[in-house]
T-cell receptor, first 114, second 114 residues
């Protein structure tokens, strides 16, 4: 079963606007990661936030994590056409015995129009 | 250049044939993974390997097989037992299985079985 669920499923904005994507998850996590996927390509790691962190920044990206609500958001400021892609959240669950698993959501498809 | 390569980019097979997808990495990573992605969906884990000569089933291993004879290579065989093999297959690697567990992805192989 999928742990992370992104919202919205699709988002269409104009260049220069901010884009906010949300991710909810069900069980406790060690960390939460955001990845980007251009159409027909592999995923690229964007940012990781640990369960004891509340906010993290990287360039035009801002990620927040609310463990009490089991949710995270990814904000892309001043969006560009090149930001058009699908964005996935992935939660890391740590099991006993050294087994770790990344669980991906279905993603948000972002379209930024010039 | 360090990275993960997958070949071929597109693969076409007739139903009933086994097919092997290649994944090679020169990042010196211990852990490697295979995911399946269906249209509009997130990633589902097929198999993973934490170390050479060892691998574990993921969430959807039925109809797939892997080997890990070398650190750099983790080929995936899609067997005729896989009922719905047409999908986009992504290989990934990470330094190890200890947290934070960031994964690096290859460009993917799109498999079409008719």
């Amino acid at each position: 079963s999928q742990q992370g669920e992104e919202d919205p499923q699709a988002l269409s904005i104009q260049e220069g606007e901010n884009a906010t994507m949300n991710c909810s998850y069900k069980t406790s996590i060690n960390n939460l990661q955001w990845y980007r996927q251009n159409s027909g390509r592999g995923l690229v790691h964007l940012i990781l936030i640990r369960s004891n962190e509340r906010e993290k920044h990287s360039g035009r990206l801002r990620v927040t994590l609310d463990t009490s609500k089991k949710s995270s958001s990814l904000l892309i400021t001043a969006s560009r056409a090149a930001d058009t892609a699908s964005y996935f959240c992935a939660t890391l669950k740590v099991f006993s015995g050294g087994y770790n698993k990344l669980i991906f959501g279905a993603g948000t498809r972002l379209a930024v129009h010039p | 250049d360090g990275g993960i390569t997958q070949s071929p980019k597109y693969l076409f097979r007739k139903e009933g044939q086994n097919v092997t997808l290649s994944c090679e990495q020169n990042l010196n990573h211990d852990a490697m993974y295979w995911y399946r992605q269906d249209p509009g969906q997130g990633l589902r884990l097929i198999y993973y390997s934490q170390i050479v000569n060892d691998f574990q089933k993921g969430d959807i291993a039925e109809g797939y097989s892997v080997s890990r004879e070398k650190k750099e290579s983790f080929p995936l065989t899609v067997t005729s037992a896989q009922k719905n093999p047409t999908a986009f297959y992504l290989c990934a690697s990470s330094i190890g299985t200890s947290v934070p567990y960031e994964q690096y992805f290859g460009p993917g192989t799109r498999l079409t079985v008719t």
